[in-house]
């Protein structure tokens, strides 16, 4: 029962050919008035590291959750490897009459052949159909298998991705504020970040087969392994709630790597981290583009950080983008200055 | 010292501490071997366990106190209904325990796998189809209307799911008793057939076939949830009972995940539901009423949430002492007269007695009668630590 959607992957010569992972265009977000992003665009090339800086409230993290799947923008495209991943949806309106429709053929049917007219027998066995149909429908709609988003796209239904679509499409995340599953042990937390890595389905479950074991085998050993890269080995047993803070950021960052993500986006990964803390995770964040090849999408606040690992910085201020650059081109920015320390006297 | 102390916290000191101590380490050290067994041989364990309560429990009732209150069968046949519950208990740990969604209109499935049964081999519609494959279908009615309940309320959490899941288990018992010409009405569906097997008969004189029905169905329930409990779905489960935004970032469907804790929480109240139709004989709306859900509820709650085992034997506690302990208690003190005590019906008191344990639970030991591992470390995290760092009350003797 494991009908999550699967993603066309583009192939590597295709994405090698455009050299860009994820584009958003014009992306722009109300809440009733206010605007929390208006017009940004961001471009995040293969294998590099962007960061998004700004003053509090400048739409940083509002951004990051459209592009996550969390909120719908209001108007605006991301798209992920050349495919629309995100947009404002529309017409959704249309689909619960989708479901209604093969039932209502049915009964319209029925009609015209004239089964009211074969008595109770034809009645009866229209209302079984035409419910059976309802049931059927219904189900497909909630469980959402991918022919049927195709048929939504098809028919002009644009639906945007959700948070797990988003992941599947191979962009993995962490939060602002720590969303470890605290009651769960270090390694189960790494497990559930490879979800969709793990094929086994309800009747492996069940039987408990022998490919589920070698599967969760398998699991674990990859699970080790990335806990060993954050910098986590050993610890697999204790529960996420009793890590040190600094620790629980780590394994937010391995959970978040289990799906081998392409593009990872990292919420603030330094905040409230030491220096050296700071200096550990800015080196890890170096090391995992090196090593895995992944992109990285930053918000960070610490300077040190953002222009020390950065290839390009956008920023963002009352939600608008401001300025985008090489660090250099950032810091010497008059526009970026004025908004973070304010307009310089005449 | 130390290590034994972490596994159980310890008990006031007893007089003979070296020897009571050395017991001590030694039960520690057998149930740490039990564990890890258990967690290895998930299913044989299972077995051996049920087998093992199965064959013990009708030799206990043999004993003094217990034989006196009624004879070897009656007990049997008690047991089996207590079943029906360890089986609901069973299946809402799936949808409280392990998912986190607070359900209170279980009974409805119970009523639906009930209902299933009684249309499909009674002589009130004529049919009569077996009780074996009717197991079956009626777990797939209950888990297809699990669904259906699932999906609107997918976007509720805690108090609110809670009150749509009520009004889910108020409507289902009501449809059945105004739909009067499809189910009887308030009178209910009776005479439903029996399971049939080729050389054994399952009459209401003898309880002993019913009695190893029930076993074997909870031995297969407990596998399979067990099962389920380990794999990739069941950490989804937990994850989104952690923090459902997190697991839907990390790539879990929220959807079908929180769908399938429904249906399949809901098909095991099926199972219970057509093993129940058969062995009463009857079914009405009124054995589906609020009070069900909610005793069942408290049994998870009680037996230890998300532990499979602890809510097996929380539910079989409950039964026994809201059917067997209360009417007790009544009879004693109908004989021995005690001022108020003789005039309390204990009966009608069992939902204060419910809401007393509960509440004295929730301050005492919340974590559950039997509680799972995890969740004992997680609530006694504090007192754990601080049994590291010395013994606080002295209680361990120098």
């Given amino acids: ?321 401001i300025a985008e650059g090489t660090p250099e081109e950032v810091r010497r920015n008059p526009r970026v200055i004025e908004a973070y320390l304010g307009k310089p006297p005449e | 010292m130390s290590e034994i102390r972490e596994i159980e916290r310890p008990v006031p000191a007893g007089r003979n501490a070296a020897g009571g101590r050395d017991l001590r380490s030694r039960i520690g050290e057998i149930r740490e071997r039990a564990h890890a067994f258990s967690s290895r041989h998930r299913s044989t364990s299972v077995v051996i366990g049920l087998s093992l309560v199965a064959a013990i429990l009708p030799l206990i009732v043999l004993l003094p106190p217990l034989s006196g209150f009624s004879s070897q069968p009656v007990w049997v046949n008690g047991f089996t209904i207590a079943g029906i519950y360890v089986l609901l208990a069973l299946g809402l740990n799936i949808v409280v325990g392990l998912s986190g969604l607070l359900d209170l209109g279980y009974a409805a499935f119970f009523a639906i796998g009930s209902y299933s049964f009684a249309f499909a081999a009674s002589p009130f519609t004529g049919v009569d189809v077996p009780f074996w494959p009717m197991l079956l279908i009626g777990a797939v009615l209950a888990a297809v209307f699990g669904i259906l309940l699932g999906a609107p309320t997918l976007r509720l959490r805690g108090d609110y799911l809670a009150i749509v899941t009520l009004g889910f288990g108020e409507i289902v018992p009501i449809v059945f008793l105004n739909s009067s010409t499809y189910t009887e009405g308030p009178n209910g569906i009776g005479g439903i057939s029996p399971p049939s097997l080729p050389s054994i008969a399952f009459t209401s004189a003898d309880p002993w076939p019913w009695y190893i029905t029930m076993i074997v169905l909870i031995a297969v329930s407990m596998i399979f949830i067990y099962r389920l409990q380990d794999s990739r779905l069941g950490r989804a489960w937990m994850a989104i009972r952690e923090d459902e935004l997190a697991a839907a970032s990390n790539g879990v469907n929220t959807v079908t995940t929180k769908l399938l804790a429904f249906a399949l929480g809901a098909s095991t109240a099926g199972l219970a539901g057509v093993f129940s139709a058969s062995k009463l004989t009857l079914v009405s709306p009124n054995l589906f009423r609020f009070d069900v859900s909610f005793t069942v509820l408290a049994m998870v709650v009680l037996g230890g949430m998300g532990n499979i085992w602890g809510v097996a034997v929380g539910a079989f506690v409950i039964f026994m002492i809201q059917n067997v302990v209360l009417k007790q208690l009544n009879i004693l003190f109908d004989n021995i007269y005690v001022p108020i005590l003789s005039d309390i019906d204990f009966l009608q008191y069992q939902f204060l007695l419910y809401g007393i344990a509960l509440v004295a639970m929730m301050l005492l030991r919340p974590e559950g009668l039997f509680p799972n591992r995890r969740r004992r470390r997680e609530l006694h995290a504090d007192e754990s630590t601080l049994g590291e760092l010395g013994d606080p009350m002295g209680a361990t003797p120098q």
């Fill in chain 1, 1 to 321: 029962m494991t009908a999550e959607m699967t993603v066309v992957e583009p192939t590597p010569a295709e994405a090698a050919a455009t050299g860009i992972l994820l584009r958003a265009n014009r992306v722009t977000r109300r809440f009733g008035g206010l605007v929390a992003v208006r017009d940004v665009d961001l471009v995040i090339p293969q294998g590099s590291i962007i960061s998004i800086i700004g003053p509090n409230g400048a739409g940083k993290t509002t951004f990051f959750n459209v592009i996550a799947g969390i909120t719908d923008p209001t108007a605006g495209t991301v798209e992920f490897r050349g495919r629309a991943l995100i947009s404002r949806p529309r017409r959704t309106w249309l689909e619960p009459i989708g479901w209604f429709l093969p039932a209502l053929t049915v009964l319209a049917l029925a009609l015209v052949v004239g089964a009211p007219s074969a008595g109770q027998v034809g009645i009866g066995l229209t209302g079984l159909i035409a419910i059976g149909l309802l049931v059927t429908t219904l189900v497909i709609a909630i469980v959402r298998p991918p022919w049927y988003q195709r048929l939504l796209a098809g028919a002009g239904i644009i639906r945007s991705a959700r948070p797990n679509d988003v992941v599947m499409a191979g962009i993995g995340r962490t939060f602002q504020n720590i969303r470890l599953f605290q009651n769960m042990t270090v390694l189960e937390n790494v497990l559930v970040g490879m979800h969709l890595q793990l094929r086994s389905n309800l009747v492996d479950h069940l039987v408990s087969s022998r490919r589920q074991a070698t599967e969760e085998k398998d699991a674990v050993k990859r699970a080790r392994d990335l806990l060993a890269l954050v910098g986590l080995k050993g610890r697999d047993d204790e529960l996420a709630r009793n890590l040190p803070y600094g620790d629980q950021r780590r394994l937010e960052l391995a959970r978040a790597l289990g799906n081998t993500p392409a593009l990872l986006l990292l919420d603030e990964p330094t905040a409230g981290m030491n220096p050296r803390e700071t200096a550990d995770m800015t080196a890890l964040i170096a090391r995992l583009r090196r090593d895995l090849g992944v992109s990285v999408l930053l918000i960070e606040h610490d300077m040190r950080v953002v222009m020390g690992i950065s290839d390009r910085i956008t920023v963002l201020d009352g939600g608008e983008r």
